[in-house]
């Protein structure tokens, strides 16, 4: 004889209730982590507990992301239905959409500062551990490329300097080899006139010499 189709209807025992959310909860967790691995699906599961305790699970992609993704794709649903936004069941319901995504975002921050973290079970615990360790992995691989384009500019920079340096060097020795150049010709000419000058005094001196022996003479005469 086959079992009968139990009847769901709520746990009155409350201790009975509590560890019946308890053993569903993980099994549902268990479940929404198997279908996201074996399927390849992005899954996002929210539950909250009698006295609001959150418990939740998010494959590889963030809770954030997934939400998101949800809101878009509620968003192309409803302009496909075309329904009426003045209406204020409309408005009800987006205001309390956004209201429980600003809690989703105000918990995970809380998470990732390491603040509330002992409502957490081990698996919440390690999905988060695994979302910080991605956002590390991206902000340590953007952080050297930044640090990689800034070497490779001063490097960059450094090269251009030298080159100007090089170039500055060239004009200096090319002017200190005119200047010297210019030097060497100054006194050339410089010797050149003190040697006319002196040749010019020579031949003053021969000339004065002369002529008083031709004076003598044409005095004997």
């Given at each position: 004889m086959g079992r009968g189709r139990v009847q769901l209807k709520r746990i009155e025992n409350k201790i009975n209730r509590q560890?019946?959310?308890?053993?569903?909860?993980?099994?549902?967790?268990?479940k929404a982590h198997e279908i996201s691995v074996l399927c390849d699906?992005?899954?996002?599961?929210?539950v909250f507990s009698t006295?609001?305790?959150?418990s939740e699970y998010a494959s590889d992609s963030s809770m954030e992301r997934i939400l998101e993704r949800y809101d878009r794709y509620s968003y192309?649903?409803?302009?496909?239905?075309e329904p009426d936004l003045e209406s204020?069941?409309?408005?009800?319901?987006?205001?309390?959409?956004?209201?429980?995504?600003?809690e989703v975002l105000q918990r995970n921050q809380k998470h990732y500062m390491g603040d509330e973290l002992d409502n957490l079970s081990m698996k919440e615990l390690q999905n988060l551990e695994?979302?910080?360790?991605?956002?590390?992995?991206?902000?340590?691989?953007?952080?050297?490329?930044?640090?990689?384009?800034?070497?490779t500019e001063l490097q960059k920079k450094d090269k251009s300097l030298r080159e100007q340096n090089n170039v500055l060097a060239k004009k200096i020795k090319e002017k200190e080899n005119e200047l010297a150049a210019w030097d060497e010709q100054q006194n050339n000419?410089?010797?050149?006139?003190?040697?006319?000058?002196?040749?010019?005094?020579?031949?003053?001196?021969?000339?004065?010499?002369?002529?008083?022996?031709?004076?003598?003479?044409?005095?004997?005469?």
């Amino acid at each position: 004889m086959g079992r009968g189709r139990v009847q769901l209807k709520r746990i009155e025992n409350k201790i009975n209730r509590q560890v019946t959310f308890s053993k569903r909860r993980s099994g549902l967790l268990k479940k929404a982590h198997e279908i996201s691995v074996l399927c390849d699906a992005d899954v996002g599961l929210i539950v909250f507990s009698t006295k609001g305790k959150l418990s939740e699970y998010a494959s590889d992609s963030s809770m954030e992301r997934i939400l998101e993704r949800y809101d878009r794709y509620s968003y192309a649903e409803k302009k496909m239905k075309e329904p009426d936004l003045e209406s204020p069941a409309s408005w009800s319901l987006e205001h309390a959409k956004l209201k429980a995504r600003m809690e989703v975002l105000q918990r995970n921050q809380k998470h990732y500062m390491g603040d509330e973290l002992d409502n957490l079970s081990m698996k919440e615990l390690q999905n988060l551990e695994h979302q910080l360790d991605g956002s590390l992995k991206h902000i340590r691989t953007r952080k050297n490329q930044l640090m990689n384009e800034s070497i490779t500019e001063l490097q960059k920079k450094d090269k251009s300097l030298r080159e100007q340096n090089n170039v500055l060097a060239k004009k200096i020795k090319e002017k200190e080899n005119e200047l010297a150049a210019w030097d060497e010709q100054q006194n050339n000419e410089l010797n050149s006139s003190c040697f006319n000058l002196a040749q010019l005094n020579h031949d003053l001196n021969v000339t004065c010499f002369d002529q008083p022996q031709n004076l003598s003479s044409s005095n004997i005469s």
